[in-house]
């Protein structure tokens, strides 16, 4: 379904000129990750966190000439082109990583984040590291976009920001499907984050306290996102199928 620019901005907060940028831009050509999908950014999470990401790392200090520049574009497209074809069972998560090196060699500017990148992917069951991770193996697939940090000239604490944002996110996005998908993922034998909050009501609980906390990050930087955020998780919260979860302890 199509995402117009104005619902970016008016519902999400994103900057108009990153939102006309992403809605407007063609899709990549044969790119793993947009194969067969004739736009740019849809309303599914895994199109629509993109400029949202991109409107975050803005708001977090970096400048939209860096951010939208083709070579750092170009950059994420590539590290989500091989990260679909890990999804895809293509390349094993080492050979994504190793594409991922690949694409920032000589380019590194934040070599401690690069560094540490490198070590937590190289645990196959993506356990926290330092700064990077949730609890979540499942959470924290995606983070090898963390690897387009590694090319920006900015000063520690931006960058340790900008990680932050990104586990306020993504995670997020991904966290509030699962926990909505929890008894059909049951069901069919499927992968669900909740799991690794805790065991039934109080995994859930967890969870939902978890989100809590990275909406109120989010609103310190982008308000309308945070507020979008949290609105949909109070609905989400008073439904019947929300309550018999938590009641399920």
């Not at 390349?91 to 934040?110: D, F, T």
């Not at 190289?122 to 330092?130: I, N, Q």
């Not at 306290?209 to 609103?219: G, H, I, Q, R």
């Given at each position: 379904?199509?995402?117009?620019?104005?619902?970016?901005?008016?519902?999400?907060?994103?900057?108009?000129?990153?939102?006309?940028?992403?809605?407007?831009?063609?899709?990549?050509?044969?790119?793993?990750?947009?194969?067969?999908?004739?736009?740019?950014?849809?309303?599914?999470?895994?199109?629509?966190?993109?400029?949202?990401?991109?409107?975050?790392?803005?708001?977090?200090?970096?400048?939209?000439?860096?951010?939208?520049?083709?070579?750092?574009?170009?950059?994420?497209?590539?590290?989500?082109?091989?990260?679909?074809?890990?999804?895809?069972?293509?390349?094993?998560?080492?050979?994504?990583?190793?594409?991922?090196?690949?694409?920032?060699?000589?380019?590194?500017?934040?070599?401690?984040?690069?560094?540490?990148?490198?070590?937590?992917?190289?645990?196959?069951?993506?356990?926290?590291?330092?700064?990077?991770?949730?609890?979540?193996?499942?959470?924290?697939?995606?983070?090898?976009?963390?690897?387009?940090?590694?090319?920006?000239?900015?000063?520690?604490?931006?960058?340790?920001?900008?990680?932050?944002?990104?586990?306020?996110?993504?995670?997020?996005?991904?966290?509030?499907?699962?926990?909505?998908?929890?008894?059909?993922?049951?069901?069919n034998g499927e992968e669900n984050s909740i799991a690794d909050f805790g065991e039934g009501g109080e995994g859930v609980r967890k969870a939902v306290d978890y989100l809590a906390?990275?909406?109120?990050?989010?609103?310190q930087y982008n308000l309308k996102l945070g507020n979008t955020f949290a609105k949909s998780l109070v609905a989400k919260k008073e439904t019947p199928y929300f309550l018999s979860?938590?009641?399920?302890?």
């Amino acid at each position: 379904m199509f995402t117009s620019k104005h619902t970016l901005v008016e519902n999400f907060g994103v900057d108009s000129e990153i939102a006309a940028f992403f809605v407007d831009r063609k899709t990549p050509d044969q790119n793993d990750y947009w194969k067969g999908r004739l736009l740019y950014v849809s309303n599914g999470t895994g199109y629509l966190f993109i400029p949202l990401w991109f409107d975050l790392q803005f708001k977090l200090g970096i400048a939209k000439n860096v951010l939208l520049s083709e070579e750092y574009v170009h950059m994420s497209e590539a590290i989500l082109d091989s990260a679909a074809k890990h999804e895809m069972n293509k390349i094993s998560l080492q050979e994504h990583i190793e594409n991922c090196k690949a694409l920032v060699n000589g380019r590194v500017k934040q070599q401690e984040l690069y560094d540490d990148l490198l070590v937590f992917f190289s645990d196959p069951l993506l356990k926290p590291f330092k700064n990077i991770g949730t609890v979540s193996p499942a959470l924290n697939r995606g983070d090898s976009l963390l690897f387009t940090l590694c090319l920006l000239d900015t000063d520690k604490q931006t960058l340790n920001k900008l990680v932050r944002g990104w586990q306020a996110l993504v995670p997020s996005f991904l966290l509030m499907d699962d926990v909505m998908d929890l008894e059909e993922d049951k069901k069919n034998g499927e992968e669900n984050s909740i799991a690794d909050f805790g065991e039934g009501g109080e995994g859930v609980r967890k969870a939902v306290d978890y989100l809590a906390d990275n909406f109120e990050f989010l609103k310190q930087y982008n308000l309308k996102l945070g507020n979008t955020f949290a609105k949909s998780l109070v609905a989400k919260k008073e439904t019947p199928y929300f309550l018999s979860l938590i009641s399920n302890s």
